[in-house]
């Protein structure tokens, strides 16, 4: 099931869901003509619609927000904060094109602090599916939960068949004696990768998907960090602010240390071109990064990735 | 409008300002906002609102969102007067015993939404209305905006959207008071031609006196203006309005009198004399 397959029957059994855009309507093409006017497109105006998906909640109203990420999370952040969040209203974030997914498009449009802010939020809560299989197994409960909600959507289609989604809970995929990585978004498929590589060298490896960050799994962060000599966090944020920071404050909160090595944007944009040259340039394939953990260059032959098409 | 009705609003609204006034000590309150919506909120609760104590949660309610916040003694000391609060409860201003402070919040009945961040109610109205036209309800949505207020882009990023939408359920009122926080509107960011620049976003627009009921009487009782149209109502008012020693002084925005400046405005609000403001009551921030 696609994100918009989930989006209409959703929508179609639940008339309390209203689906908005300002106008972006990569995800959402074909919803006009299915929901008439429960589908509210408020042009280039993320605060507006911000303001407006706030009123319609107001209302009794499930709001499912889209935008792209950089001006959801930041040009709207102070509607999002003093319009969903004080007043804890359901309204649902739909951020488009996070992290690295933006590719090409440059620094604009590059939302490496999105989860920084988000976690920021009172009564949010913050979410980063690794594909489009993750996406659709969070959100029902996601939209159903009673908070408001930012999702860093992913639709990339991979072959990973996901776990079913528990609420503030992680994937633990598997945990390693050697290293264990801790990602979310679309650094989950490279992660693989990069546990496959480093298995290949004879290391004992683990890979979390860390796809609830608000709330977040402790026990998963303090069961990584307990029983494995070094833990990763990989991601496509901004060091500051991110999963090595929520690592940290978790660490701390339990009065823990741990060897930590965080991968990340560190205080930096990233070289805008598409996406699997983006992650070549920046170091964050699989291979790349576990040559980074292993610290010498492997024979590992990095599998082709898709380019996602231009979709805004 | 029959003049017992002019009387009783021009009564209720001087009760309000009182209520005012004695907000304006221990601490203060944004005194001459208060004072140029008084009449603008007495009328629209009195008058034109289906709300009362008793339809607070009735979704075919009327809406009203006080978008310039820092106003809000008006509309608590209208509350007070027609009955959605204990008019006690106003001594509270700013007691960690109460939630009445200088903006306005949920927590006490008939606020619709909080607010002091200028520029959002607006939208929020905005979602409202949306949904009542979904409905195909009949109730009516108000924001009050300031006009230094309108120095916010999201006020015309909003008017754009409820004119796309044909939002005639919707009505932008702006008290046009023409001072911002620290000085007159036109010697900052010019407004004017304000009714032009509502006519050109789509709106339907009728400017009147703001302290005049009957004209807010007929303004208000033709909406909507124009089917399809989002309605304006600009009102001219008079920043301070009761009290010539602050009115239209832009040194008189936030004010933190003492108790027997306050004693001594009570009375000049009944036209006995004027106040010599002598002790130090003024705040800018």
């Not at chain 1, 990763?232 to 999963?243: A, P, R, S």
């Not at chain 1, 920071?245 to 598409?274: D, Y």
């Not at chain 2, 208060?34 to 339809?55: C, H, K, M």
Request: aromatic share 8%; charged share 20%; hydrophobic share 40%.
């Amino acid at each position: 099931m696609t994100y918009e397959e989930l989006l209409t029957e959703t929508a179609l059994n639940d008339d309390r869901f209203i689906v908005m855009t300002a106008e972006n309507r990569a995800l959402v093409r074909n919803i006009p003509a299915k929901l008439g006017n429960r589908f509210i497109d408020t042009g280039i105006t993320e605060q507006t619609m911000i303001g407006a998906a706030a009123g319609l909640a107001l209302r009794g109203r499930i709001p499912v927000v889209h935008a792209l990420a950089s001006f959801l999370s930041m040009r709207a952040f102070e509607f999002i904060r003093t319009d969903a969040g004080i007043p804890k209203l359901p309204v649902k974030l739909s951020s488009f094109i996070p992290g690295f997914l933006s590719d090409g498009n440059g620094p604009t449009h590059q939302a490496l602090e999105d989860i920084a802010l988000m976690c920021g939020i009172p009564n949010m809560t913050v979410f980063a599916p690794a594909d489009e299989d993750d996406l659709v197994k969070m959100l029902p409960q996601v939209w159903k939960h009673p908070n408001p909600s930012y999702v860093r959507i992913n639709t990339r289609k991979t072959d990973y068949a996901h776990a079913p989604f528990e609420w503030g809970k992680a994937e633990v995929v598997s945990i390693g004696e050697d290293v264990t990585i801790l990602t979310y978004g679309l650094l989950f498929e490279q992660a693989l990768i990069a546990a496959e590589v480093l298995k290949s060298e004879g290391l004992s490896v683990g890979l979390i998907n860390m796809r609830s960050l608000k709330p977040v799994d402790e026990r998963a962060i303090l069961e990584a960090t307990r029983e494995s000599r070094l833990t990763i966090t990989l991601e496509d944020h901004f060091q500051t602010g991110g999963l090595y920071s929520i690592v940290a404050t978790v660490l701390l909160k339990h009065g823990l240390t741990a060897n930590v090595l965080p991968i990340a944007l560190n205080e930096r944009w990233f070289k805008p071109s598409l996406l699997p040259n983006v992650l070549q340039h920046e170091g964050f394939t699989g291979k790349q990064v576990a040559e980074r953990i292993l610290g010498y260059k492997t024979f590992f032959t990095q599998p082709k990735m898709a380019v996602p098409e231009f979709s805004e | 409008m029959h003049q017992t009705q002019i009387n009783r609003l021009e009564a209720t609204a001087l009760n309000v300002r009182e209520h005012i006034i004695k907000m304006s000590t221990d601490g203060g309150c944004f005194v001459g906002a208060s004072l140029s919506a008084a009449d603008l909120i007495v009328y629209l609760y009195s008058e034109f609102l289906n709300v009362n104590a008793g339809n607070l949660n009735d979704p075919n309610r009327d809406y009203l969102f006080l978008s310039k916040g820092h106003d809000v003694p008006a509309l608590y000391g209208t509350f007070a007067e027609l009955g959605l609060l204990e008019k006690e409860r106003l001594q509270n201003h700013l007691s960690l015993n109460d939630n009445i402070y200088w903006h306005p919040n949920t927590k006490i009945p008939g606020i619709e939404f909080h607010s002091g961040s200028l520029g959002h109610l607006p939208s929020v109205a905005i979602g409202v209305a949306m949904d009542i036209k979904i409905r195909g309800g009949s109730n009516r949505v108000v924001c009050i905006m300031g006009d230094g207020e309108l120095n916010e882009g999201t006020c015309w990023e909003a008017a754009l959207v409820a004119n796309a939408y044909k939002l005639d359920n919707l009505i932008f009122v702006i008290d046009r008071n023409h001072f911002q926080a620290n000085m007159a509107t036109e010697d900052l960011i010019p407004l004017e031609p304000l009714h032009d620049k509502f006519t050109a976003f789509g709106a339907a627009v009728k400017r009147i006196n703001g302290h005049d009921f009957e004209a807010l009487h007929e303004a208000f009782s033709a909406c909507p203006f124009e089917a399809g149209k989002v309605n304006v109502v600009i009102a001219d008012t008079v920043r301070g309005k009761g009290l010539p020693s602050i009115e239209r002084r832009a040194d008189r925005w936030f004010c933190n009198f003492n108790a027997e400046e306050v004693d001594s405005l009570l009375k000049e609000l009944h036209g006995e004399h004027t106040t010599q403001l002598t002790s130090e009551t003024l705040v800018v921030r």
